[in-house]
């Protein structure tokens, strides 16, 4: 099962740089790194970076990301996978740019897990 990162460009190039990020500042600020599964990365999306520009979507497997990942209750009690430690780099997937249209931010062409997670 894949697992989603939203980063900021900034983010991703410090993950990039630097092959680990403890995460954005509210993931500093909360302990953990917020990811999402494939259901829940748009209205991540929509809530979290609503009409912010350069966006990365990022995809990691869940048993990649090992005992360090807790699925978690968040929003309305949905269980959220959450990270506690940094992410890597080696653990990566894939990355693909979201674009913004008209105020939505666009995912990329089959970006979900082909499993249906």
Do not use: C
Request: avoid cysteine; hydrophobic fraction near 45%; charge should be negative.
């Amino acid at each position: 099962m894949l697992v989603y990162k939203i980063l900021r460009a900034n983010e991703w190039a410090a993950l990039q740089a630097d092959g680990e990020l403890a995460g954005s500042p509210v993931d500093l600020t909360d302990g953990f790194v917020h990811l999402s599964t494939a259901e829940q990365a748009e209205a991540t999306a929509a809530r979290h970076f609503a009409g912010e520009r350069d966006l990365w979507l990022l995809a990691m497997s869940a048993e990649v990301l090992g005992e360090s990942l807790r699925w978690e209750p968040s929003r309305g009690g949905a269980l959220f996978p959450h990270l506690y430690r940094a992410l890597r780099l080696a653990e990566v997937s894939w990355a693909k740019p979201l674009s913004l249209e008209q105020d939505v931010h666009r995912f990329p062409d089959a970006w979900r897990d082909p499993a249906g997670a």
